[in-house]
């Protein structure tokens, strides 16, 4: 899918939709500094642990997810944006289903 329209307004909970028993991305927008990208997550699906070399912060748009960070449970729902530090063994698991906005600064 390519990378949504810059100048434009855009509804995120609708640029991404749910998929039975799956997680969904969109990339949004991407640099080479950075990237912005949209998940979908059915309810049960999750990102098993991995690091990252670089800061991630998550927004939820909708729905409920439990975010591990160094081993630590964080219960988020809509509304709710953490920060995933660099380099820190991090999962993710929906609650329910979820949308979520990623962005990650290269810096």
Same mark, same amino acid.
């Given at each position: 899918?390519?990378?949504?329209?810059?100048?434009?307004?855009?509804?995120?909970?609708?640029?991404?939709?749910?998929?039975?028993?799956?997680?969904?991305?969109?990339?949004?927008?991407?640099?080479?500094?950075?990237?912005?990208?949209?998940?979908?997550?059915?309810?049960?699906?999750?990102?098993?642990?991995?690091?990252?070399?670089? +800061? %991630?912060? /998550?927004?939820?748009?909708?729905?409920?997810?439990?975010?591990?960070? &160094?081993? #630590?449970?964080?219960? =988020?729902?809509?509304? +709710? %944006?953490? /920060?995933?530090?660099?380099?820190?063994?991090?999962?993710?698991?929906? &609650?329910? #289903?979820?949308?979520? =906005?990623?962005?990650?600064?290269?810096?």
């Amino acid at each position: 899918m390519p990378t949504a329209a810059k100048s434009q307004i855009l509804k995120l909970v609708e640029l991404v939709s749910y998929q039975d028993g799956s997680v969904v991305s969109r990339q949004i927008t991407k640099a080479d500094m950075g990237n912005v990208t949209l998940f979908a997550f059915d309810a049960g699906q999750e990102l098993s642990e991995h690091t990252a070399p670089f +800061d %991630a912060l /998550v927004h939820l748009l909708e729905g409920e997810a439990e975010i591990r960070i &160094s081993g #630590k449970p964080y219960l =988020l729902s809509a509304g +709710d %944006a953490i /920060v995933m530090p660099a380099n820190a063994p991090h999962a993710l698991k929906a &609650s329910t #289903k979820f949308k979520m =906005l990623l962005t990650m600064i290269r810096a």
